[in-house]
């Protein structure tokens, strides 16, 4: 079956460093992997998108990699804030494009 | 401009009861989502529409749960006989089109005694 591993711990960092979450796939590789923002009580919020075929992605503070050898997507927030305290989904879609698959989720608290 | 809403934000019901939740999308947007997220877990797929119909409710677990979109607008997920294991926040999303952004609704936290 096709899974989405991200760590259920969660990661305390502080200000001003670096954030890096993992999400791991199982199976054969998604067409595109998701990341999103979801604060507690409220819907996720999209974020990136990263297809199979790139290896990177930027959006401001944020980078994402796609490694297809490790399985294996990582989520950067650089130059990190107390506001970006969340949990972050990675979530997979096939190439049909809709039933998105979403993992567990990783919290994040950034100290002040 | 106006996001997904659902309604309501909040139900509490007795097992055995029948439930409906309602979600409405952003304005133009074709395809509709529904997804299931209970405490700690990410949303769990439900049913996908893309207009009218339903191209895939392979994720509703069971023959009680049965969503429509009649008008290709406004979905309702209905819930007969719940069963205190459907507790959970059910989350509705719209896009576009398949495969673009998917933008949530705030969810409706459901619980079943």
């Known amino acids: 079956s096709q899974k989405i591993e991200q760590n259920s711990e969660a990661l305390n960092i502080q200000e001003g460093k670096t954030a890096t979450l993992t999400c791991n796939y199982t199976n054969y590789s998604p067409a595109y992997l998701q990341w999103y923002r979801q604060d507690p009580g409220r819907g996720p919020v999209f974020l990136l998108l990263i297809r199979e075929n790139e290896k990177e992605k930027r959006k401001e503070r944020l980078k994402v990699t796609f490694d297809t050898t490790l399985k294996q997507s990582l989520f950067h927030i650089t130059a990190s804030q107390p506001a970006d305290s969340a949990t972050y989904l990675c979530a997979r879609l096939n190439t049909g494009g809709f039933k998105t698959i979403f993992g567990a989720g990783t919290r994040l608290f950034v100290k002040a | ?113």
Do not use: M
């Open chain 2, 1 to 113: 401009g106006a996001g997904v809403s659902q309604t309501p934000s909040n139900k509490v019901t007795e097992k055995g009861k029948y439930v409906e939740l309602r979600c409405d999308p952003i304005s133009g947007h074709t395809a509709l989502y529904w997804y299931r997220q209970s405490l700690g877990q990410g949303p769990e797929f439900l049913i996908y529409f893309q207009g009218t119909g339903a191209a895939d409710d392979s994720g509703l677990p069971n023959d009680r749960f049965f969503a429509v979109r009649p008008e290709g607008s406004v979905s309702t997920l209905k819930i007969q006989r719940t069963e205190r294991g459907d507790s959970a926040v059910y989350l509705c999303a719209s896009s576009l089109n398949q495969r673009e952004t998917q933008y949530f609704g705030p969810g409706t936290r459901l619980l079943v005694l």
